[in-house]
């Protein structure tokens, strides 16, 4: 089976760093997606990561240690607009299946 | 970047009948679809693999003749719930894969809100 754990929920400030944790445990780990998602919608890729280190992309940050079963979202100058859920979703086995927790729900206050 | 679209995005059915929602992949060949489910406040759940030229593989517990998923194409997957009940309405939401240049993404489609009187 596979575990995904997150922080349920999560409060920051605007303009604010906040970086969001996940630990997994998969079999056949390939890699680990990031994907944000505002209520009522469906799921945004921000980031997929297959080797270890942080990769930086505008705003967000995604971390990755396979070793430890790790990864971590960073946000930074947090906007009103980034208050959704962010999901962290391992890539895994044979058929590549990526697979999702209940995310964490990020609340920008100003 | 890469689009999935998915058609029809609302839909409401009186219970019995079928319920066909496309998926396609805009700018990208995807050899790989997946479609998922969610229900209110609850995650993503994988509900099969949509292989394209191939029978799709199903998540265990999710009824493949209830469930139809045909891949015709590199750019086109459908699921068809057959002989929808009112515990069939969800959000449905597929995914294609690009393994292009960029590296591996999966895109998601906009989704299909499914309501079965």
């Known amino acids: 089976g596979q575990n995904i754990d997150q922080p349920t929920e999560m409060t920051a400030t605007e303009g604010a760093i906040v970086q969001i944790n996940c630990t997994y445990q998969?079999?056949?780990?390939?890699?680990l997606f990031w994907y944000q998602q505002h209520a009522g919608e469906a799921p945004t890729f921000l980031s997929y990561?297959?080797?270890?280190g942080l990769e930086e992309k505008g705003r967000f940050s995604s971390f990755l240690s396979r070793s430890k079963g790790y990864s971590y979202l960073l946000l930074k100058e947090l906007q009103m607009k980034d208050s959704a859920s962010y999901l962290c979703?391992?890539?895994?086995?044979?058929?590549?299946?990526?697979?999702f927790g209940t995310g964490t729900k990020l609340q920008v206050i100003p | 970047g890469a689009v999935v679209s998915q058609h029809p995005s609302r839909v409401i059915c009186k219970s019995g009948t079928s319920v066909k929602i496309e998926c396609r992949s805009l700018?990208?060949?995807?050899?790989?679809m997946f479609w998922y489910r969610q229900f209110p406040k609850k995650s993503l759940m994988l509900m099969a693999t949509?292989?394209?030229?191939?029978?799709?593989?199903?998540e265990q517990g999710v009824e493949k003749d209830k469930f139809l998923i045909n891949h015709a194409s590199l750019t086109l997957s459908t699921l068809t719930v057959t002989s929808a009940h009112p515990e069939d309405s969800s959000f449905y939401i597929c995914?294609?894969?690009?393994?292009?240049?960029?590296?591996?993404?999966?895109?998601f489609g906009p989704g299909t809100r499914l309501l079965v009187l």
């Open positions: 995914s294609a894969r690009d393994r292009g240049l960029g590296g591996e993404t999966q895109y």
């Open positions: 700018d990208f060949q995807a050899t790989t």
């Open positions: 949509s292989n394209e030229g191939s029978k799709a593989t199903y």
């Open positions: 979703a391992p890539l895994t086995g044979g058929y590549q299946k990526v697979t």
């Open positions: 990561n297959v080797l270890d």
């Open positions: 998969t079999s056949g780990f390939n890699g």
